[in-house]
Every structure is written in C-alpha cells, then in structure tokens.
C-alpha cells in the first residue's frame, strides 16, 4: 500500500510537470476492442464444454433464485379462459412480488423520487437477467428442443444453460396459425409444429408456391452464434444451425429469449422475448429498437447479423446466409405477411366491443382503456392497438440505475416499439424482455409507470378487456 | 455530500445477494486455476481483469487530480463542491483498486495516460466560468468512458472480486455522471435531463433536483 501511495504521488507530479499541448482527439484512447466486438474463444473447445457443463447447475439455481425472489411463479390459470387453440390456460394473478411493507395501492400513492429512494420498487419490474449474461444468445425452450429433435433430428440444447421459464407461463405449443388469405379456414396448423420436414404436406394447396418457398427458407436451418461448426458454439455437436421459426414457432412465438442486438457492452445488453408474428403485416417499424421500416429489411438483416447479435463480423465467419433480396427475401416477407392474428369475436371494424356480445367487465374494462388508463393513446384500436411508434416510459425514475442483477446491469429501457395488444392472452410473458408474466403485471406495471391510481375493480376489468382483444 | 461508503451501502440494498459472477469460460486464461470445476480460484485473472485494473486505475487517479485542480479553480461553488465529492469518492475506490491489483500481481501504471495530461494541461490554462464548463465537460466524458469500461469487466473479467468491485463502483460512476450533467445543464440554464416528465405527461409531480 504504501509504495502505491508513493506512485499517487508519483501519478500527481506528473501532471504538473506535464505541459505537452497536445489536441485531445488524437490521442484520446478507444475502450478495449471487446467492449464492442465479440472476442475469440482462448481455449479449446472441450475445455470450454467442460467448464461450461460445471457451471450449469449454479448458472441455473442462481436464475431460479432471481426468478422466485421476483415472482410468483406458481401455476395458476384463470379459470375458463384458453389461449387460442384451446390447448393452453392463460396464467392470471399478479406474480409480480412487492417490497416487504408496501401494497399496491400504498405505492401508487407515492412519487418516483420516494419510490426510488427508499428502494421500493418492486424488483420484477426491473429489465429481466438472460440466464447467463456473459455469454447471452439464444434459448430455446424445450418442448421446441424436443419436437425439433423428433422432426429433424436437429439439435438445440445448449451445454451450457437450460431454458428458465416454467412451461405454465410461455404461450401454447404448437401455437395454431391464422392466415389473412384463408379467414374461413381457421388455424391450419393441424397441431403441428411447422418444420423442414412437414411444411409442404401441411401447407400444399392452402398457400401460393411464392409464400411455400419463403416458408421453406424460414424453416431453413443456417448456422450463427450458438449454433454453428466453429469452437465457438454451445451446443455439443457441430450444429447445422436454427431457423427463423425456431423461435417464432408457427410464426407465433414459443417465449425463445436472446440478448439484444443494439447495445453494447454484452453486460447492459438486455434480454428479448420472441414476439409473434401475427399481424406483423400491419406495423410499420421492428424490432424493439431497430425500428427497421420494412418486414424485408428485418428478415434480411436477422440472418446478416447472426439472428440478434448486432455483429456481422463474428457471422461472416460463422456463415452467413445472404438471402437474395428479390429471390428470397421478398417471399420470406410475403409469407410472413399474410399471418394473421387469432379471431376476436368480441371486436368490431374499428377495434372496438360489440355491445351485444361483450360482458358488463369487458365493457367497463374498456372505458378505463380510452378514459382513465389513457391506454388507447399509445395501443390506439383502430390500427392493431398499437402506434407505430416508440415510447420511453422512463421506468429509471423509480430506481437507482446500474445494479447487477446475475451479471446483468439494470440500465434504463429507453425508447421501446409499443407493442400490439391483439390476441395478447396468447403471448406470455410480456414486455420486450418478458419481465412481467401475467397481463394483471401489466396492468399493475402501467399503473404505476402512468401515475394512473386505478382501482381494483377498474384494473380487473382492464384483465378481461384485454383477454377479449 | 454523498461519500462513497454511503453509496455502497445503497447500493447494497438492491443488490443481488450472495451469488457470484459466472463468466464465459471460453474467455477463461488458459492457465487459469480453478477452485471447483469452472470456478476460476481468487485473484486468478485474465486479460481483460488486468487492462480493466490499470484502465481503471489512471481515470481513478486522473479524478482525484483533476478534482484537487478544481477543488482550487473552480467558479461556482458548487463545482468545487463536485470536485470535493470525486477526491472523496475516487480516492476510496482507487485504494480499493490497489489492494485488490496487488492481491492479483497485476503491475499499475504510475503515471497518468497522455489523455489525461492533456486534459490537465488544457484546464491549467483556463479560469472562472470557462474553467467549470470544460471541467464539467471532461468529467462527463471521463464517467462515460468509465462506466462503459465497468460494464465490460463486469461480463469479460474472471477475478470475481474486481468484478464486483466494477458492479459495486458502477452505481456511483452513473451518478457521478449524472450530478456532472445537472451541473452543466445548470450553469447552461437548460432543465436537468433526469426528472423531465415522462412522454406521456401524466401522473406525479416531480420535486425540483437538489443538488447534491
């Protein structure tokens, strides 16, 4: 210690004799070149595996800890009422746990300032952990590991994490599909899981040959981050790679998370939650920050990019596909584009309740909506509950930013896309990240967030609007 | 005035108990020891640990001596009572700093980097109101490249206990950065970035920010 007081001292006189009139631009250092770009592996791959495999058990217990100290995550459905196919209960109740001392309703009463200062925030509001920060990617959840195994014979379970979320709360699997161009129809998935394999047997005759052979490339294995040839994957074999509808799985979203593109370094990249694609056909901008303006654009760019690492460098030397833009991406694009969302029965042309067919909850759940809940100013019904715009909700008031949460830096969220609210029952959990995993979160989230001071029969009603949506 | 042991004890409050860091392992030094499989054993660094350390070290120091200049310099008060709050608080973590870079062996640099005798050299040479502004301005600049360089110990680093000295100095960097932004704003007259009104204009009432 006190040869390091000595160079403080040292450190200080070199200031002073320092008269060096230098411009600052040319010498000012850059930060570490990995604070952007994504390093090399420095060992063989069996000794990463090796490692790797150590560590699950604690990589996992340790999530698990987050998830249970944050959230209910017990399983309990509303009563009577399914995801779209029928297949699934939706889960209800608010599972986001508050800070010891405070209620609901005490809460909202109180400023951000008080709230942030006296750390009152309930922690599942904060940007949710990947399961493993440091190395982030992707993670698929098993029931599509185990399907896809079956149907291909294709690996994607990492050595290295498991998927966290119980099976309750992630939307039905396989979820069904609705076409804009065969209404009269229904879901046509046959309760299958699209794939490689039964596309065409599934799709012959219901879709045009234009749309059959986008589907055929989004169904496409191509290699990337995780699931490539190279040292640098976590999966146990050299894999072939993942497709588009992986995690859009029957172009709905089977909850598959990754760490966002957008942002470096890797600790503040937040986690993304797949969104469905259903209805994609009506947004005029993607991705939860991209804002990229076609569907064309977006489809190109997931596979230039190595799907959601912002990086193409470490994909080019994993193996980029380079779909041709008017070839291939434009059918991608098409047959995306024709993915409607689920029926709403309850909803007339201009996206509001049909009277006649509505509850006395529903009704009333849809005056706060477009009265006091002011919900209707972002997730406006006319285009699709949503505005084609970005919103910061600037959650950071109530909170001290730059805690680590499990490797992961709690920074604040920034402008986020608004997302649709139609058929929104069927897509658990919920936000950019999934951070909240019942939509009675949502409404306690945005509650809170919009200064509403709603009551409790105003916020129940607010759950079954939506549920009709 | 906010000392850093006050920060910490904040931060403590909200931070995520007892678990430690899990890195990627294929970032792991190859001749790394290991306390149980994938564990690597304490003050076993890699490379990233060991430029973190002397990175982290020169802006350390760089604070404090930036901090004294201004400590005598400075226009408003409340600029000197900023810089008071960096000698404190940077002078805290920089011991912190050595005493875990000498349990590590990592060797740190004694004499600022030419970024920073420029920055100096530059401030020598100013007085009053134009002095607070280019301090301010460096400091703004100096916590963001810091907390950018935080983060990346916080994920690419392999000695646990630098690793939660960067989750632990993160917090207070980011409200450095934040008090050296208000400041600004206020002696430029414009509204201070963090209490604006969410987009949508509903709900509370902010009180105006004190200034610390």
Request: net charge neutral; proline share 7%.
């Amino acid at each position: 210690m006190s040869q390091f007081l000595k160079a403080i001292g040292l450190f200080a006189a070199a200031f002073v004799s320092s008269v060096a009139v230098l411009s600052l631009a040319a010498i000012s250092d850059p930060l570490p070149p990995d604070t952007t770009y994504r390093p090399l592996p420095t060992r063989p791959f069996s000794a990463v595996k090796a490692d790797d495999e150590a560590q699950k058990q604690q990589v996992m217990q340790r999530q698990a800890s987050l998830l249970n100290r944050r959230y209910d995550m017990s399983d309990r459905p509303i009563a009577g009422v399914m995801m779209s196919g029928g297949r699934k209960a939706v889960p209800g109740g608010v599972r986001v746990k508050l800070q010891s001392g405070t209620t609901w309703e005490n809460l909202a009463e109180m400023s951000p300032d008080e709230i942030r200062q006296r750390s009152l925030l309930p922690e599942g509001f904060l940007p949710l952990p990947h399961v493993k920060q440091a190395t982030g990617g992707q993670v698929i959840p098993d029931r599509q590991i185990d399907d896809i195994r079956r149907q291909e014979a294709r690996d994607l379970r990492r050595f290295d994490v498991n998927f966290d979320l119980p099976d309750h709360l992630t939307p039905e699997f396989p979820p069904p599909i609705f076409l804009t161009t065969q209404p009269h129809l229904g879901d046509v998935s046959r309760g299958q899981l699209l794939t490689i394999k039964n596309f065409y047997e599934v799709m012959n005759g219901i879709i045009t040959p234009v749309q059959m052979e986008g589907l055929r490339l989004l169904l496409t294995p191509f290699p990337q981050e995780e699931f490539n040839q190279t040292e640098d994957r976590k999966v146990a074999e050299q894999s072939t790679g993942i497709t588009c509808l992986d995690c859009h799985a029957n172009f709905h979203t089977n909850a598959a998370f990754h760490l966002t593109p957008d942002v470096r370094p890797q600790a503040a990249r937040f986690r993304l939650d797949s969104t469905s694609l259903r209805g994609v056909f009506n947004q005029q901008i993607h991705g939860s920050k991209r804002s990229l303006r076609s569907i064309e654009d977006f489809t190109e760019f997931e596979q230039r990019t190595a799907y959601f690492n912002g990086d193409h460098v470490s994909a080019t030397r994993k193996g980029v596909h380079l779909p041709d833009r008017t070839n291939q991406v434009a059918m991608m694009a098409q047959m995306q584009n024709i993915i409607d969302f689920p029926p709403a029965p309850k909803l007339d042309a201009f996206g509001r309740l049909d009277r006649a067919r509505a509850t006395e909850q529903e009704l009333a759940g849809e005056q706060v909506f477009f009265g006091k809940g002011r919900c209707n100013e972002c997730h406006v019904a006319q285009t699709s509950f949503m505005d084609n715009n970005m919103h910061d909700l600037k959650l950071e008031r109530f909170y001290q930013v730059g805690h680590t949460f499990n490797d992961f830096v709690t920074l604040p969220d920034g402008p986020i896309k608004t997302f649709t609210l139609r058929g929104i029952k069927d897509s658990p959990p919920y936000l950019h990240d999934g951070r909240l995993m019942t939509l009675a979160d949502t409404v306690e989230f945005f509650n809170l967030v919009l200064g509403l001071r709603l009551t409790q029969p105003e916020k129940e009603a607010l759950v079954a609007y939506m549920l009709a949506l | 005035m906010r000392s850093l042991a006050q920060g910490l004890a904040v931060a403590t409050l909200f931070a995520s108990p007892a678990f430690a860091q899990i890195g990627n392992p294929a970032g792991t030094e190859p001749d790394t020891r290991q306390s149980a499989p994938g564990i690597p054993a304490p003050h076993q660094t890699n490379a990233q640990d060991q430029l973190f350390a002397q990175q982290a070290v020169i802006g350390g120091m760089a604070e404090v001596a930036l901090g004294k200049l201004a400590d005598r310099k400075a226009h408003n008060r409340a600029v000197a009572e900023f810089a008071g709050v960096m000698i404190q608080d940077h002078g805290k973590a920089n011991e912190k700093l050595a005493s875990l870079a000498g349990s590590a062996r990592i060797p740190l640099p004694n004499e600022p980097d030419a970024e920073h005798k420029a920055v100096h050299a530059r401030l020598e040479r100013l007085s009053g109101a134009q002095f607070d502004v280019a301090y301010l301005e460096a400091q703004v600049q100096d916590h963001q490249k810091t907390a950018q360089l935080l983060q990346w110990e916080i994920n690419s680093g392999q000695d646990a206990q630098l690793q939660r000295f960067a989750s632990e100095t993160l917090p207070i960097v980011l409200r450095h950065l934040r008090m050296a932004q208000d400041l600004a704003s206020q002696i430029a007259g414009q509204t201070p970035r963090e209490l604006a009104p969410a987009t949508t204009g509903m709900g509370h009432q902010d009180q105006p920010r004190r200034t610390r």
